[in-house]
């Protein structure tokens, strides 16, 4: 078994690397004060940069990229997750408010560009190798070390201009999002969920029209029931059935 120090070092210089990328790709915008679709693709080009330069390092190294969880979904793990439900429901919620169209169809196509950049980048990282650098440990542990830094990840949002108080609350959304997407990827074997579930989550929030904070607040404590109440299930069922 590899040992704790060599796989903690692992895990720092991972979540080192992944949080430059994210510092750069937000100093950018915000020192050159880009908007909309142009702020988009060149955040969606920094970090695909990154996805590609990891995913390259894999294939040469280790021949291919399975170890980082991009293989065929174990069958049957659809209908024992509800077929990814709740999480359709979560993604799909911010839609309520209407859809961002100002900016026309590039700003759409822009926006999917970066967020499945940031899906690739986050799952990758977080899932395919911090989680998995820790579950010879345990799942309860891998769980809970990847999850919890995927949530302190988002503080970096404060320095692209997010609100400190809302940076807090996705922080927290964040760490318990990390946690079921955890045991999704455990369950299925396959990190491919993961990475759409995720990138469907931002490309819905980032071009939902903007609401009011009383309907955000609203919106985004039914999301965490939803999500928390989820995660229970989930994880009540690996315990029933002693996997855990």
Same mark, same amino acid.
């Given at each position: 078994? *590899?040992?704790?120090?060599?796989?903690?070092?692992?895990?720092?210089?991972?979540?080192?690397?992944?949080?430059?990328?994210?510092?750069?790709?937000?100093?950018?915008?915000?020192?050159?004060?880009?908007?909309?679709?142009?702020?988009?693709?060149?955040?969606?080009?920094?970090?695909?940069?990154?996805?590609?330069?990891?995913?390259?390092?894999?294939?040469?190294?280790?021949?291919?990229?399975?170890?980082?969880?991009?293989?065929?979904?174990?069958?049957?793990?659809?209908?024992?997750?509800?077929?990814?439900?709740?999480?359709?429901?979560?993604?799909?919620?911010?839609?309520?408010?209407?859809?961002?169209?100002?900016?026309?169809?590039?700003?759409?196509?822009?926006?999917?560009?970066?967020?499945?950049?940031?899906?690739?980048? *986050? *799952?990758?990282?977080?899932?395919?190798?911090?989680?998995?650098?820790?579950?010879?440990?345990?799942?309860?542990?891998?769980?809970?070390?990847?999850?919890?830094?995927?949530?302190?990840?988002?503080?970096?949002?404060?320095?692209?201009?997010?609100?400190?108080?809302?940076?807090?609350?996705?922080?927290?959304?964040?760490?318990?999002?990390?946690?079921?997407?955890?045991?999704?990827?455990?369950?299925?074997?396959?990190?491919?969920?993961?990475?759409?579930?995720?990138?469907?989550?931002?490309?819905?929030?980032?071009?939902?029209?903007?609401?009011?904070?009383?309907?955000?607040?609203?919106?985004?404590?039914?999301?965490?029931?939803?999500?928390?109440?989820?995660?229970?299930?989930?994880?009540?069922?690996?315990?029933?059935?002693?996997?855990?």
């Amino acid at each position: 078994m *590899e040992k704790k120090d060599k796989v903690g070092l692992k895990m720092t210089v991972a979540l080192m690397l992944l949080l430059l990328f994210f510092f750069v790709q937000g100093a950018i915008v915000v020192i050159t004060k880009m908007e909309g679709v142009q702020s988009a693709i060149v955040r969606g080009t920094v970090i695909w940069s990154l996805v590609v330069i990891t995913l390259a390092y894999y294939i040469i190294r280790y021949r291919g990229i399975s170890m980082l969880g991009f293989r065929k979904v174990k069958k049957g793990t659809a209908k024992r997750v509800l077929y990814y439900s709740p999480l359709l429901l979560i993604a799909l919620s911010p839609l309520v408010a209407g859809v961002d169209l100002e900016e026309g169809s590039a700003f759409l196509f822009a926006n999917l560009f970066l967020t499945l950049g940031i899906g690739m980048a *986050e *799952e990758i990282f977080f899932r395919g190798i911090i989680c998995n650098l820790w579950l010879k440990y345990g799942v309860i542990k891998a769980m809970l070390l990847s999850s919890v830094l995927f949530g302190m990840s988002h503080i970096l949002n404060v320095a692209g201009g997010a609100d400190l108080l809302a940076t807090i609350l996705q922080i927290c959304f964040a760490i318990v999002y990390g946690m079921v997407f955890t045991l999704i990827f455990i369950e299925g074997n396959s990190l491919i969920p993961c990475v759409l579930m995720h990138a469907l989550h931002d490309f819905c929030s980032f071009i939902s029209a903007e609401g009011s904070m009383q309907s955000d607040m609203i919106l985004g404590a039914v999301q965490f029931v939803i999500l928390l109440a989820y995660f229970l299930y989930m994880l009540h069922q690996r315990r029933w059935e002693g996997k855990d």
